[in-house]
């Protein structure tokens, strides 16, 4: 792994260097430009054009090219900490209607109100996972006025070995705005929330649980113990969800895709930096499942 983490940052350090090789080409052309134009403003003009064909032909593909090599690194070196046959993938490996389907974050029915980019897969145990950036859409009436909320985070969804038999939800108060998500849930009728039974922290600090009236049981302790510790380990608000033969986390605020400078050239803590620190947490979630 230390090897694979090494090489990783080596190549990413190369396309650095290429790159600021590029700026300094550019620049020099802009200050031979200026020089000419003492000269022959004639060649003047030649040479900003030159040095802008070349800024937007060579250098900013070069740039975008980089940007996604960093990204990639980070998530790859990231997602190589926890996860066996780790893949990072530009694109998402989820389908955003079968996220909608989940239930578990209020969205519009409308195409578009569900998004997904950079994710990942990867096994764990034998079991596959994978995970996506998420954004969701919802509009909902507040004081009168008609309001939309987004939320955005990350989320995995871990295939289990087994049929659970459950089919429930349980939801941080913070994940969403009560008057987003009431409304929301009140329109799955067939949902219906837990109010007794629960954990005495879950019930102190408003975790909102729903279940189908088909499907009453809830997770044993054990599964609750272990997602109290997950909740506390972060400060990301979380919701759940298992779902027969599996396990769907979205942590709130947790963004994949980093954001990139091209200004400091890439250091040790690129590979070093875990990303998505919840992510052994959620895999340990379904080893008591």
């Not at 190589?80 to 989940?102: F, G, M, W």
């Not at 997904?116 to 096994?123: A, L, M, Q, Y």
Request: charged share 20%; with cysteine.
């Amino acid at each position: 792994m230390k090897e694979m983490k090494q090489g990783l940052l080596e190549s990413l350090s190369a396309q650095y260097r290429r790159l600021r090789l590029l700026y300094l080409v550019y620049l020099a052309a802009a200050v031979l430009a200026l020089i000419f134009f003492f000269v022959d403003k004639r060649v003047t003009l030649v040479l900003i054009a030159a040095s802008l064909i070349f800024h937007l032909v060579v250098v900013r593909r070069c740039s975008k090219a980089y940007c996604l090599a960093f990204v990639h690194t980070c998530l790859q070196s990231t997602f190589e900490r926890v996860l066996q046959n780790a893949k990072h993938t530009p694109e998402s490996p989820l389908d955003p209607e079968s996220l909608r389907q989940v239930r578990l974050v209020a969205s519009n029915s409308a195409k578009g109100s569900v998004l997904v980019r950079e994710g990942g897969t990867g096994s764990y145990r034998g079991r596959a996972v994978a995970l996506s950036d998420a954004g969701f859409t919802h509009t909902f009436d507040m004081a009168g006025k008609r309001h939309h909320e987004f939320v955005i985070g990350a989320w995995v969804t871990v295939a289990l070995d087994h049929d659970t038999r459950l089919d429930c939800r349980l939801i941080h108060p913070k994940v969403m705005m009560k008057d987003s998500r009431d409304p929301y849930f009140s329109g799955e009728r067939d949902l219906q929330q837990v109010v007794s039974g629960l954990p005495e922290w879950m019930s102190r600090d408003g975790w909102l649980v729903l279940r189908p009236r088909e499907t009453p049981q809830l997770p044993d302790g054990t599964f609750l113990s272990a997602l109290r510790t997950l909740a506390g380990k972060t400060d990301r608000p979380l919701a759940v969800c298992i779902q027969g033969d599996k396990l769907h986390v979205y942590v709130t605020n947790r963004i994949l895709g980093q954001k990139v400078s091209s200004r400091v050239a890439p250091s040790q803590a690129v590979v070093d930096t875990d990303f998505f620190p919840e992510l052994s947490g959620i895999l340990k979630l379904s080893d008591v499942l």
